[in-house]
């Protein structure tokens, strides 16, 4: 009994620090949400479910695309790898804010006319660009230049779409690579190619849950 009663201090304390940490989770990971997000979520909850089939950012990542492009301002962002068009949705809410647009590239004509269903639900139609080609071939065909990239296509490919996209990539430019973590391996070309350029910047940024993202910032035109 009396050792029953010397444990209960620790076990209230444990309870409180777990409970804590679950109520705090949620606000942690997702925050409160603004009104264009109130307006879009549920079409993203929607797709939630099916992340692991259609391969998508989480929505965390989701997240943090539409920071990383609202908080730098950017506004010619190219897309690699859009899927069922799930992270060009969050993109594409970040460039609705700074007013700029995204051309967003995949290789799958019936994956590609899902994200443009799903786009035309979030009233992205206008901000927002579906492209179906392979991204090799479609790169070097784009106009202008660009001051966003997210990569999330094939990982041992990210070197040759980074060398593609090279030449159109204006100074002050963002690329976020997708699966940085968990695909480390397979992007060791791609980050061999960023490490030798004193005019990129990379970071590894990991996001709960797992993975994260290689951030690279353009400082001066790439060499
Ligand atoms: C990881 S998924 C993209 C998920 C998407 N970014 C999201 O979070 O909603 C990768 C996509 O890239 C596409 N893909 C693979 N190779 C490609 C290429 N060479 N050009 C364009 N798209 C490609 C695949 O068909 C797939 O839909």
Known sequence: MRHHTRLCPFFVAL????LGLLLAAPLLAEGAMDARLQEVDPLLRQLEPTRAQ?????RQHGQFLRMLVEMT?????????????????WIGLGLEK???????????????AMAKANLEKAKLQGTVTCIVGD?????????GTFDFVFIDALKPDYWRYYELVKPKLEA??????HNALSSREAMSKYFE????DPNLQTTIVQIEPGDGFAVTFVRDKPQ
């Open 135 to 143: 991204a090799l071939e479609v790169i070097p065909k784009l106009q």
């Open 98 to 112: 700074t007013g700029g647009k995204l051309q967003t590239v995949e290789i799958v004509p019936e994956t590609s």
């Open 172 to 177: 002050g430019a963002v690329i976020a690579a």
């Open 193 to 196: 190619l960023l490490d030798a």
């Open 54 to 58: 259609f391969l998508n950012v989480a």
């Open 15 to 18: 309870l409180g620090t777990v």
């Open 73 to 89: 301002g950017r506004k010619r962002g190219l897309e690699i790898g859009t899927s069922n068009g799930y992270s060009a949705i």
